[in-house]
């Protein structure tokens, strides 16, 4: 017989791109679980954008012709049809950057911040990327967002096309491209679902899970798992003499850049100081694999932790650091945070594509990861005082910087200004 939260699992198991009508029916779903073991909850909306695309396509004009289908980057400039000479950007550096002055970038990889910015800085007019595996039989063509950190930076259309098209342009030595893009952009509502177990003092103890997907995949593994630990903390905790409070937050539209926990955390700003530790979940249950925990936070709680593992028998690697999930806007707001995960191993599970599926998870292991966390929730509940120190300190300080790629940008306003 399925366990409670396996059952949810299942029902979680569709595509719920986050502000879409996918993720709110999603939300319903856990909201409807909560309310049948007696527990109230509160949807928060928040605003996110969308693209509408009418046009977008990429076009070898030299020393071939072909034209590769392609989506367009959400928020990028519109064009169109820019044409310009191709360059493989490699990897950031003197070369490189000279290579792609005046040129239409192809991107080695994923457009993170760094490489956005070495892009735009060396005068590049566009930019293309890829997605997917070689040696994959299918690859979905993924849409890609432009975000707002990146457009800080600066803006150039932008488009996506899939991995062998990408190679294939390598290979046969593309010189000259050309790139359309139109599209408008308008604001949609993604939602937070909120659920409050009280206890007998003011003091808040997060535990936060995404539960929305990417574009094609049913995200069992990333991060509908998360989604159904927060279920089981719920039911298991629901009835109990807790000395804290426990807050359990179900964030929208986290991979489309933690926006749901971003829209909590500023939504809330007044209650962060009674907020004493956020306990994250995302990406949990699958067959093979390893437990980890990252703090951000004061080395006690990495301790704790390490000790409490080893207490319960429970296999778990446990690192000081900035995890990227709805853990990392609490620690930014000065609130120490854990993130827990089981990383699947070389080959037995993938997220952020169709190939993650329900069959790479495991009920047992599912429902043991669940275990553990709520033994380790309870535990900080019914702390006579938590004893994870209130403070983020300056190492973490530092990384959160650097994740948000805060230090770049402090960086370009310095070189302004010289």
């Known amino acids: ?198 206890g007998e003092n003011d003091d808040i103890l997060v535990c936060t899970a995404h539960y929305n997907s990417v574009p094609h995949s049913k995200g069992a593994y990333d991060n509908a798992t998360g989604s159904v630990c927060l279920y089981g903390l719920a039911k298991e905790l629901k009835d109990k003499k807790l000395g804290h409070s426990i807050r359990l937050i179900w964030c929208g539209s986290e991979e489309r850049g933690l926006l749901g926990s971003k829209a909590y955390v500023e939504a809330h700003q007044e209650e962060m100081e009674h907020i004493m530790l956020c306990v994250n979940v995302d990406m949990i249950g699958s067959i093979m694999g390893r437990r980890i925990a990252v703090c951000t936070s004061d080395m006690s709680l990495v301790h704790y932790i390490d000790y409490f593992g080893k207490i319960k028998g429970f296999p778990i690697e446990v690192s000081q650091g900035v995890y990227s999930s709805d853990s990392t806007p609490f620690a930014d707001k000065g609130v120490p945070a854990v993130s827990f995960a089981r990383i699947t191993t070389s080959g037995t599970g993938e997220i952020h594509s169709r190939y993650d599926v329900i069959e790479h998870l495991s009920e047992q292991m599912l429902l043991q990861d669940t275990s553990f966390i709520c033994d380790f929730v309870e535990k900080m509940a019914n702390a006579y005082v938590i004893p994870v120190p209130k403070e983020i300190p300056d190492n973490m300080k530092e990384e959160i910087e650097k994740y948000y790629g805060r230090d770049l940008k402090k960086k370009k306003e310095e070189e302004k200004k010289a």
């Open 1 to 198: 017989m399925k366990s409670n939260e396996y059952e949810l699992l299942e029902k979680l198991y569709f595509e719920r791109i986050g502000g879409t009508d996918q993720e709110l029916e999603a939300c319903h779903i856990i909201q409807d679980e909560l309310s049948k073991i007696g527990l109230e909850s509160h949807i928060e909306a928040f605003d996110v954008v969308t693209n509408h695309v009418s046009k977008v396509s990429l076009e070898v004009l030299q020393p071939y012709q072909k034209t590769y289908e392609a989506t367009a980057y959400m928020g990028c400039t519109n064009t169109e049809g820019l044409v310009g000479d191709l360059c493989y950007f490699e990897s950031d550096n003197a070369v490189s950057r000279k290579q792609v002055s005046g040129k239409i970038a192809l991107v080695n990889g994923y457009l993170g911040m760094k490489t956005f910015k070495a892009i735009t800085e060396a005068k590049a007019i566009g930019f293309i990327t890829y997605n997917g595996n070689i040696d994959r039989e299918e690859n979905d063509l993924d849409p890609r967002e432009l975000r707002e950190t990146l457009q800080e930076f600066g803006n150039l259309p932008g488009v996506n096309i899939r991995v062998d098209d990408a190679m294939e342009m390598v290979a046969k030595g593309a010189s000259e491209v050309r790139i359309v893009v139109k599209q408008t952009i308008e604001k949609v509502h993604s939602h937070n679902l909120v659920c409050d177990i009280k």
